[in-house]
């Protein structure tokens, strides 16, 4: 099969997408599938030790891996219920953003996790990929502070020769670094598999992808805080040690919908790299999201596309945003329903467990696009 | 006329001992920059939240452990919610130090000297349960260790009762944001003695403690310690300055022992300071590989303090002691002021020594040649003086400046922090040793040549009866100049 690059006039590209879903269909699926399925497997796998006999089996029970991605399952099982956590994490704060947009990150019941519409290599497709890459390294550092993750590397060599006298001569590297290297090594590799044509439309998806994976990565070191101790004689300021502190996942969603917002058109040129296609704005950096094709509007159901439509959906009457009735509905109208909903209101927290409210009876109007 | 080393050291040897030490500086230098490791490492440890299953939480020796044999059962990260009713007690946060790595269980080395616990909460902002500026957190805190041994158990260590003022902002008040709360430090262990240590707090809710707190979702530990290669670099160092500066110290005290005249404030000064870098130097950390010593951090400050109050006043009198005023009481000025002053100092030092000078061309060219010569070493020396200083503060200040441990860069090889550590240590020890070497009487006589008007110097250079013969010349000089 061969693809021309640029060449293709607009209208062919409907007919083109069509082509990448054959291709792409070889390995089915996502490895985000494993954030949408409960594997109980995995659980076992969190203390087992590499190069299990067993690990194998796991690794293959696991729909949606690559076939990178299940030997490296094979070669780090006990990290695999991270990242079944870190896809969770994408998966949900995709749905919390995207709650109020026409496409709403709605999953489906197979292996794709969002339908043939990340077959699209649209903005949405971009985000998709940065916040899960974002999850998994969020997921990874946090079970390696824990200590519940036990295989974390130690050191900036990937495999110390002696790691308890390295440990004892230098300390251990950060957690967030090895969360990054991870998350790098497992999820790239899937776009590294496919041999492409230089300058080629798949080789241009898959680089769109690879921008998109470490932009999600960055955005967790760039929202991290730094805190620093001193340390010295007396207490003074003669020694000071610093550390990369977690911020919530919220926030690292919030700043990757930005990017989302702000992303940038690119194509793939003949070199096989890619280059803007509207010279005037400037040039991505590592952190900003990247897409090659226009979104649809999502207005409509569509098998094909994998659009479910917005028929039904909720929206605000006297908002102007994305999430107000006139353009979530795409201007077909909505209904009004009277309805009474029971809330929970003025709210005492008691340390620890608890939260004592009253329960407040209100009397809204639901909007549901036409 | 017997003057000090500086002076009657011949210009051959006087540069080759420069060059020497000049050579053990930029070792160390090297040592620290090529060889050590950082100073300290970290370690952020994520609490496990454990659920106590006893009546009220008062059984004081259950430890909760998240790894290993009979590791607990953790609490479910969605504790907070309306419908469960667990108590404050029954929840402990637990923090097994260190973290495993590469599937090993590391565990701590006697190398790594101490650890220091710092303790950040993650509150999660929520817009029914807003929390004050500062509030007060009570913590009950105990500390467990245990050693390599499987079979051992968990052994109390310490345990408080602690409250801490909990500062936190929120720059953006959004809903699942986290509040930025300043990191608070928890303990501080002097000696790290044993292997494993194990944290166990609790959030007490009796008698109203901990009721502003708001939603707290995560306790994070930093473990800092030293590192163990730092430590070995560095004990190193004071194994071999150890016998070098007794030595040379003993030599020089021997020296002015043999004079005549009881010695000058000068050189007690130079004794203490000999003393004091002695004390520095000599390696207790040997005996922390074999006893618990949890003293050392106190220690340390205390060797450390002397230190630093011995060189900065010395450095006041060496450089009073040439200007003819005592400047003793000054000696507490914060190192900033401290520096600038000292510049001054040697600066109106200088001058005065270049207002000198002018007499210098009256008189014969032997003495001439020889007062030149001893002016211009003491430049030197006073020059290494300031240069010392400087670095000593420098070396102070950039120890302020963070550097980053969190570097991408791979291929950056020099370890800054530890070179400067290693550096201003080893500079301090030459510096003294130069001192020691070039300020000790010398046992030289300089031939004092005829000359047509030899009378008059005789009587110019004479000693004032008050003084002692075997005082500096170079201060005889400047005072007898300064009588006319």
């Known amino acids: ?26 390995v089915p699926g996502t490895w985000i599938n494993l954030g949408l399925r409960h594997f109980p497997q ?3 796998a969190q203390s087992m030790e590499t190069f299990d006999a067993s690990a194998s089996e796991i690794c293959t029970s696991l729909r949606g ?21 870190g896809a969770k994490y994408g998966i949900a704060e995709c749905q919390h953003q995207f709650r109020d947009r026409r496409w709403n990150c709605s999953t489906v019941h197979d292996e794709n996790v969002f339908g043939p519409i990340l077959r699209i290599a649209s903005r949405e497709t971009a985000f998709v990929h940065a916040i899960t890459a974002a999850g998994v390294v969020y997921s990874i550092s946090r079970s390696c502070r824990d200590g519940q993750l036990s295989s974390c590397g130690c050191s900036r060599s990937s495999r110390p020769r002696d790691l308890n006298r390295d440990w004892i001569w230098g300390g251990c590297g950060d957690n967030l670094e090895y969360g990054y290297k991870f998350t790098q090594s497992f999820v790239d590799v899937r776009e590294r598999e496919g041999s492409f044509k230089k300058g080629s439309r798949e080789q241009g998806r898959s ?53 989302y917002d702000g992303a940038t058109e690119v194509k793939v040129n003949r070199r096989g790299r890619l280059s803007m296609r509207d010279p005037r704005f400037s040039v991505p950096t590592a952190n900003d999201l990247v897409y090659l094709d226009d979104s649809p509007n999502y207005c ?22 994305m999430d107000g009735c006139n353009l979530l509905c795409c201007g077909r109208g909505y209904n009004t329903q009277k309805s009474t909903i029971r809330e929970r209101c003025e709210c005492k927290f008691h340390w620890c467990c608890y939260v004592e409210c009253k329960t407040c009876v209100k009397n809204i109007d639901i909007h549901t696009c036409k | 006329m017997q003057g000090t080393i500086i002076e009657n050291l011949s210009g051959k040897k006087l540069s080759l001992l420069v060059i020497l030490l000049i050579i053990a500086q930029i070792v160390c230098f090297l040592i620290g920059g090529l060889i050590a490791p950082t100073p300290a490492s970290s370690q952020n440890i994520l609490g496990t939240q454990c659920k106590d299953t006893s009546i009220n939480g008062s059984d004081e020796n259950k430890w909760f452990y998240s790894r290993g044999n009979g590791s607990c059962t953790s609490v479910d990260d969605t504790h907070f919610s309306s419908d469960t009713h667990q108590q404050p007690y029954q929840i402990v946060y637990t923090f097994q130090m260190p973290v495993p790595r590469n599937n090993l269980d590391l565990d701590y080395s006697r190398w790594q000297q101490n650890l220091i616990g710092v303790l950040q909460v993650d509150i999660r902002y929520n817009s029914e349960v807003e929390i004050a500026r500062r509030t007060l957190i009570t913590l009950d805190a105990r500390l467990a260790y245990r050693s390599k041994d499987p079979q051992d158990v968990w052994k109390p260590y310490a345990s408080s009762t602690v409250e801490r003022i909990l500062d936190c902002s929120i720059d953006m008040p959004r809903e699942q944001y986290n509040y930025n709360c300043k990191a608070m430090p928890l303990f501080e262990l002097g000696s790290l003695y044993h292997d494993y240590y194990l ?35 560095w004990v190193s160092l004071k194994t071999v300055y150890f016998p070098i500066v007794l030595g040379v110290l003993t030599w020089y005290w021997k020296r002015v022992y043999m004079l005549s005249r009881s010695p000058a404030l000068l050189e007690y000064m130079l004794l203490t300071l000999g003393s004091a870098l002695t004390f520095l130097n000599l390696p207790l950390e040997y005996l922390t590989l074999a006893y618990d010593m949890p003293f050392m951090l106190l220690l340390g400050d205390i060797r450390q303090g002397i230190f630093y109050a011995t060189l900065l006043s010395f450095w006041l009198v060496f450089a009073g002691e040439h200007l003819m005023l005592s400047f003793i009481i000054l000696a507490g000025i914060s190192a900033g002021i401290y520096l600038l002053f000292l510049s001054y100092m040697i600066w109106k030092v200088f001058k005065n020594i270049s207002a000198k000078r002018a007499v210098l061309p009256s008189m014969s060219s032997a003495r001439r040649l020889h007062y030149e010569g001893v002016i211009y070493r003491f430049k030197f020396l006073m020059i290494a003086t300031l240069l010392c200083a400087s670095l000593t503060v420098v070396g102070f200040i950039l120890g302020q400046v963070a550097e980053g441990q969190w570097k991408w860069d791979e291929d950056l090889e020099l370890e800054m922090t530890s070179a400067f550590f290693t550096g201003v240590y080893g500079m301090w020890n030459i510096y003294i040793i130069a001192l020691l070497c070039l300020y000790a009487p010398s046992h030289k006589q300089w031939p004092i040549e005829p000359s047509e008007n030899s009378i008059s110097e005789e009587i110019e250079f004479s000693p004032l009866p008050t003084d002692p013969n075997e005082m500096l010349s170079l201060t005889a000089f400047a005072r007898k100049t300064a009588v006319e």
Do not use: Y
């Open chain 1, 42 to 44: 995995l659980e076992a």
């Open chain 1, 207 to 259: 680089l769109m992808n690879l921008h998109n994976n470490e932009a999600g990565r960055r955005a967790v070191i760039k929202r991290s805080k730094v805190t620093c101790k001193c340390h010295g004689v007396s207490g003074s300021c003669s020694l000071i040690t610093c550390w990369q502190q977690l911020t919530s996942f919220r926030e690292i969603g919030d700043f990757l919908l930005d990017k």
């Open chain 1, 300 to 321: 409509l159901p569509n098998d094909t596309l994998g659009s479910l439509g917005t028929q039904g959906r909720l929206c605000n009457r006297t908002s102007s945003g």
């Open chain 2, 199 to 233: 944290l166990n707090i609790r959030l007490p809710s009796n008698t109203g403690k901990n009721q502003g707190l708001g939603r707290i979702v995560d306790l994070w530990l930093t473990a800092i310690n030293q590192n163990g290669g730092f430590t070995k670099v």
């Open chain 1, 1 to 26: 099969m061969t693809i021309r690059g640029d060449g293709l006039l607009v209208i062919l590209r409907s007919l083109l997408i069509v082509v990448v879903v054959a291709t792409a269909s070889t």
């Open chain 1, 65 to 85: 891996l690559s076939q990178g991605q299940g030997k490296l399952c094979q070669l780090s099982v006990d990290h695999m219920s991270s990242v079944t956590k």
